[in-house]
């Protein structure tokens, strides 16, 4: 059974850094494309595309949001995904979700199999 534990997040202030990872295990981490989604706790809303990677490494894709601040990448040996998240915002506050499916990444949450249980990440004004 795969399993995704995403760690990281944390309280920043306005214009700070974090770097999110979430490690698969218990699957062929080489064969799924990964990505990032962001939601807020209590919120009703679709969770937010934030970033895939495709199995590669070099196929990257951004929400509008994101674009320019954030940066994902993955290591295979350690069968571990990164978001590198910069020039911070309060907007940004969310839980963030690592999510997995095989081979194609996508931008819609319905299309991956497995996520994590996310982790919190909070940026003072």
């Known amino acids: 059974q795969v399993h995704l534990g995403e760690s990281g997040g944390g309280l920043v202030q306005r214009g700070g850094s974090l770097k999110l990872s979430c490690v698969v295990s218990g699957g062929a981490f080489a064969d799924y494309a990964m990505a990032w989604f962001r939601q807020a706790p209590g919120k009703e809303r679709e969770r937010e595309f934030v970033a895939s990677i495709n199995l590669s490494g070099n196929g990257k894709h951004y929400g509008d949001a994101v674009k320019g601040r954030f940066t994902i990448s993955r290591h295979d040996v350690l069968n571990t995904v990164y978001l590198q998240m910069d020039r911070l915002q309060p907007e940004d506050a969310d839980r963030y979700y690592c999510?997995?499916?095989?081979?194609?990444?996508?931008?819609?949450?319905?299309?991956?199999?497995?996520w994590g249980r996310g982790t919190q990440v909070t940026v003072s004004s």
């Open positions: 999510a997995s499916r095989y081979y194609y990444a996508s931008r819609n949450p319905g299309a991956y199999d497995c």
